[in-house]
Nanobody, 124 residues
Framework: QVQLVESGGGLVQAGGSLRLSCAAS????????MGWFRQAPGKEREFVVV????????MSANSVKGRFTLSRDNTKNTVYLQMNSLKPEDTAVYYC?????????????????WGQGTQVTVSS
């Protein structure tokens, strides 16, 4: 069992930055691929970015490439989502998720554990 807790959301102006954190419980954190998804009002939850178990590789959605960076610290059981050049369309609830299988899971169904989400609002 893995519990995930996100933090760092808030209100920011367009062009600004935020850093989200996701802290995981348990002693097997490094065995999970970690991903972030987001869900805007009235829309489906969508894939944002995923990071490998060792942190040596990431894969991002086209909408955030070059602006969002995902990293992880396996000694602290934490992943960090650095979001730069934020746009109003980035406004959503952001969810951290953990997948036990797969290498670059991009579908919600591939993830085993989810956090409760943190709100990110970007004003124009």
């Amino acid at each position: 069992q893995v519990q995930l807790v996100e933090s760092g959301g808030g209100l920011v102006q367009a062009g600004g930055s935020l850093r989200l954190s996701c802290a995981a419980s348990g002693r097997t954190f490094s065995s999970y691929v970690m991903g972030w998804f987001r869900q805007a009002p009235g829309k489906e939850r969508e894939f944002v970015v995923v990071i490998s178990r060792t942190g040596d590789g990431t894969m991002s959605a086209n909408s955030v490439k070059g602006r969002f960076t995902l990293s992880r610290d396996n000694t602290k059981n934490t992943v960090y989502l650095q979001m730069n050049s934020l746009k109003p369309e980035d406004t959503a609830v952001y969810y951290c998720a953990a997948a036990a299988r797969g290498r670059w899971p991009r579908d919600r169904s591939e993830y085993d554990y989810w956090g409760q989400g943190t709100q990110v609002t970007v004003s124009s």
